[in-house]
């Protein structure tokens, strides 16, 4: 298996949208769109997405598409957040994303937000050297209801 990345070109959006629909996923991800299925927000957040100042990538495996991953926010504050499609976890996808995301990106420190019990996504974020160093709880639209965060850092 091969992870690379690329830039995002216009007809990955309907591959990225095609993911948001998916019930276990945006659960597990918790902090998402308050209405993944709403074609006309996604398209509008995408637009902003891709004309600011962050870093946003396509997800390949073995040359085809499978997620994407970014690095967004002002200097400072950045974090980052990838989005991998369900047919690839558990496979080391999503952590080589990252890593090569973060190769891409040499600025320090970054951060992520991760709900608390997506226990997935917080052995990605430590597998590339993120520590925990902070606890939110915000409203996470997937699941109705306020949930429990944890902030990460990576500082070298």
């Known amino acids: 298996m091969h992870v690379a990345l690329r830039e995002v070109h216009p007809q990955d959006l309907d591959f990225f949208f095609t993911l948001m629909q998916d019930p276990e996923a945006v659960r597990m991800?918790?902090?998402t769109a308050e209405d993944p299925a709403d074609r006309a927000a996604f398209d509008a957040h995408w637009a902003r997405v891709l004309t600011s100042d962050g870093v946003n990538r396509t997800v390949l495996v073995d040359g085809v598409t499978a997620g994407h991953a970014a690095v967004y926010g002002p200097p400072g504050e950045r974090e980052v957040t990838y989005w991998i499609d369900r047919a690839h976890w558990g496979g080391?996808?999503?952590?080589?994303a990252l890593r090569a995301l973060l190769a891409l990106v040499v600025e320090r420190p970054l951060y992520a937000r991760v709900a608390a019990d997506n226990a997935s996504s917080l052995r990605v974020l430590a597998k590339c050297g993120f520590t925990v160093t902070g606890r939110d709880r915000g409203f996470a639209h997937?699941?109705?209801?306020e949930v429990d965060e944890l902030v990460l850092t990576l500082t070298g």
């Open 29 to 31: 991800a918790a902090f």
């Open 92 to 96: 080391g996808v999503a952590t080589a």
């Open 142 to 145: 997937a699941r109705g209801e």
